[in-house]
Nanobody
Framework: QVQLVESGGGSVQPGGSLRLSCAAS????????VGWYRQAPGKQRELVAA??????KYHDSVNGRFTISEDNAKNTLDLQMNNLGPEDTAVYYC?????????WGQGTQVTVSS
């Protein structure tokens, strides 16, 4: 059973930064694609950033502001978020694909407001 635990969410003013971290119970190095999704109120869950196919991929709306990275020694997946705006307000979820199964963390709230 894979467990993913997110941390690092919170409230920040527009233009601020947050760093999310996801601790995995298994080796990220041996997993399939890993990434971060978000879901805003009344909207569908969307992929924000992921690592697969040899490199990071980003949603157009966060490209240049967010950076996804993995620490294989610690089995963590981080998301550095800079220049945050109100449109980034959402619950952020860590996700992993392993042997064809999708695993999700419990989510962490990010709120951007003045």
């Amino acid at each position: 059973q894979v467990q993913l635990v997110e941390s690092g969410g919170g409230s920040v003013q527009p233009g601020g930064s947050l760093r999310l971290s996801c601790a995995a119970s298994i080796s990220i190095l041996n997993s399939g694609p890993v990434g971060w999704y978000r879901q805003a109120p009344g909207k569908q869950r969307e992929l924000v950033a992921a690592i697969f196919g040899g490199g990071p991929k980003y949603h157009d709306s966060v490209n240049g502001r967010f950076t996804i990275s993995e620490d294989n020694a610690k089995n963590t997946l981080d998301l550095q978020m800079n220049n945050l705006g109100p449109e980034d307000t959402a619950v952020y979820y860590c996700a992993m694909v392993l042997n064809g199964e999708h695993y999700w963390g419990q989510g962490t709230q990010v709120t951007v407001s003045s």
